[in-house]
Structures are given as C-alpha cells and as structure tokens.
C-alpha cells in the first residue's frame, strides 16, 4: 500500500490489495516494485489537487519503520530527493507511533496519560503512553499477530485475502454457542497475547466438520469471538494495573466492529473513554505519518539528508517532544 498525504488537504492512496491476492499474502518484492512505481504519481496528483505550490512545502514526512525494508526504501530515497532538491527538512516517522497518535485526527480531545491497544497485520501490542515520544512496552503477542490470526483463519476456511475483513463478514451469519473455541492467555499473570495456539485449534475444528456455509460461519463467529475476548479482557486488565481511563485501539484490526462494541462496552464498565479512528485511518495511511511528523517538525526534530529505514524500530526507541 502506498499512501500520500499533503498538508492534511489531500490524502491518497493506492491498495495493492488485488496485486497480493493472488499469493494469499503479502510479497515483499512485489510490494517494493508496486511502491516504486506509484509513488511518483501519487506525489504528482496529490501537488494537482491540492493546488499548493513547492513553496508552501514546510517539511517532509516519511515512514521509517518498522516494515519491509524494500518498500521503506522506496519511500525513503525519494522522499530525501524531494527534501534536497525542494530544501526542506525531512522527518522519519515511526509506523506505530503514527497509529498510536492516529485518533488525534478526530475531533474528541485525547490527552495523555493512556493505554493503547496497537493491533494490526504485523503487530498486537499494549502500550502505556505518558507523552508524546514516551512509550511503554506493556505486553504483546508471543507468537502471531492478531492481523495474521485472522488472515491464517480465513484462507483455512476458503477465504480470499485480505482475510479478515472477509471472516468478520462470513462470522455476521455464524450462529453464537455452537463451538466454545479456548481464550488464550487470558489467566495469565502478565498482558502478553497468543493467537498460535486458537488458530491451530481452529484449523482441527475445521478439518473436522462439514464444508457447508452455515459450518464455516459457525466457526468464523467462534474464532472472532475468541479473538476479540482474548483483547478485551487484557485490555480491561491493563486499565486496572495502570489506574489510567483513557484507551485507544489502533490499527488494521481496529476498525473490527466486535471489537470496537465489545471495548467500547469494557471501557463503560470500567468508567473510562475509548478513542478510535474512522475506519479510512485505520489501516496504513499517510494522514498519520503527516500528524507525527508536523509535531515533530515543530519541536525541530529533524533528520539530515542521510537515509534512515528501520525495518523493526521499536516505540521504546523514540525520543519525546518536549
């Protein structure tokens, strides 16, 4: 997925979902071409429809990491090209701050402290944020990613790719109480996730039963359930163990409607807020690599004309703004 954003006036993308369809997943390679031969474009387009002139350019913001390297690099040079060649500065943004800050898009005031649940294709990870830059690795998943669970699920059950927003779907015709799928890690003593252990249980579910519709949407159903309760009752857990009342869900995975009823019902119960983001700002996008790199650009965080990607650059490694 490439994606553009421009002052926050424009903000485009281009879906490599149907190029990886066909290969039931992501190809590095692939990935890295399609943004080389994309971005170009996109920048263009984006200049077109915003009406803005170079001149107005205060900065340049970039994703950094963590991700593939390949695609990263693509972004990477040609965002430096455009920093020299336009003389502005250039500031790398790190992928998950970006989703972590992302509900401050909207227009309901998030303030710190709070707890963040980060779930997406590549990362399940609860995160005690104090300010800005200052991040606190709280737990996360030991084995898969809550994205990969439900990408792994569906195509065991047929589905096509991107897998789960096609399980969600088929799992709205399951009929509840007909499988009882494991929660798991749910009693032990830390916040730590694993879905390896639900989604090999699932797949002998499968093997097991009949191919028919209503089957598959019985267990769709069961493994979401299963899924989303596992996030929530850690969730509810982190909120306790912090004493915070403030928590944001962010990522891919985010914009699951179970999800965000049953964390929305927890944060109720548990006297708190909750903050998403539209459903458009949940998966990748480039407004919220803008968002962090304009508050970064502002306290002077600037990076020099040498490339810096980090395909597994952690939050725990960021610096504040102060």
């Known amino acids: 997925m490439t994606t553009l954003v421009l002052l926050f006036i424009i903000n485009l993308l281009h879906s490599q979902v149907d190029s990886h ?54 972004g990477a040079s040609i965002t430096h090209a455009l920093s020299f060649s336009w003389n ?30 980060l779930v997406s294709g590549g990362h399940t990870q609860l995160i005690q944020a104090f300010e800005i830059g200052a991040y606190k690795l709280l737990g996360e998943s030991v084995d898969d990613s809550v994205g990969d669970a439900f990408d792994k699920t569906a195509k065991l059950l047929g589905l096509r790719y991107p897998g789960g927003p096609c399980l969600s779907k088929l799992a709205q015709y399951g009929t509840p109480g007909r499988f009882r799928f ?29 191919k028919d519709f209503q089957t598959r949407a019985d267990i769709a159903y069961e493994f979401e359930s299963a899924v989303v309760d596992s996030l929530v009752i850690k969730c509810k857990r982190a909120l306790k163990k912090t004493g915070l009342h403030r928590i944001v869900v962010a990522g891919g995975v985010s914009a699951n409607n ?18 998403y983001v ?25 990076s020099k004309l040498n490339i810096f990607v980090s395909p597994n650059w952690l939050l725990s490694q960021l610096t504040t703004i102060k």
């Open 21 to 74: 369809a066909h290969y039931g997943g992501i190809v590095p390679e692939l990935a890295a071409r399609i943004h080389m031969h994309k971005i170009v474009p996109l920048i263009e387009t984006a200049l077109k429809k915003s009406r803005c002139s170079i001149k107005s350019i205060s900065a340049i913001a970039y994703t950094a990491g963590p991700g593939l390297i390949g695609s990263l690099l693509i």
């Open 88 to 117: 502005v500065p250039i500031v790398p943004v790190n992928h998950m701050e970006g989703h972590l800050l992302s509900p401050m898009l909207e227009e309901k005031k998030l303030n710190f402290p709070f707890i963040a649940l």
């Open 182 to 210: 494991p929660r798991p890690m749910i009693h032990s003593s830390d916040l730590n996730f694993s879905f390896s252990g639900l989604k090999t249980y699932t797949s002998n579910v499968i093997n097991k039963q009949e």
């Open 258 to 275: 179970v999800l965000r009823k049953k964390i929305k019902k927890m944060a109720i119960n548990c006297k708190s807020e909750v903050f």
């Open 278 to 302: 539209r459903p458009e700002f949940c998966t990748d996008n480039a407004a919220m690599i803008a968002y962090v790199g304009m508050l970064r650009f502002k306290q002077r965080k600037y």
